[in-house]
């Protein structure tokens, strides 16, 4: 291995492992030969990959309960979603951040353009039109 794809490697080494664990690992990586380097970068790919198809799942399954939540406690109520989002927003105390109250709410990216969607032409448009994620 040339010492530049022993520097690409390294660098790469640091961003999978931050991505797999929220952590950059240091070890001593410069004493490694490059067959247990190879082997690294392999462990740490593969255990970013993983991380990165949990944390899908569980956006997943937050956006779903989510919105389950909601979609109940309007027909609960006999009001709209947007009502139901309102009110829950107010029980939250987030009346006037929508990309907040996303945000606590463990909704992701997409999950955060769908409720900007069912929102859109709501008495909550105006908070859709705040947002830094508009559908």
């Known amino acids: 291995m ?36 190879d082997a690294e970068y392999k462990f740490w790919w593969d255990a970013s990959e993983r991380a990165a198809r949990e944390e899908q799942e569980r956006f997943t399954r937050e956006k779903a309960a989510y919105f389950a939540r909601i979609d109940k406690m309007a027909a609960d109520h006999g009001v709209s979603f947007a009502t139901a989002v309102r009110w829950d927003m107010q029980a939250q105390g987030i009346e006037d951040d929508l990309d907040f109250y996303a945000y606590e709410n463990g909704l992701n990216i997409e999950a955060t353009l769908k409720l900007s969607e069912k929102l859109r032409g709501s008495d909550l448009d105006h908070l859709v039109r705040r947002s830094f994620l508009t559908a």
């Open 2 to 37: 040339t010492p530049q794809e022993r520097a690409d490697i390294l660098a790469t080494i640091s961003d999978l492992t931050k991505s797999a664990t929220g952590t950059r690992i240091r070890k001593n990586y410069a004493a490694m030969s490059d067959t247990e380097l």
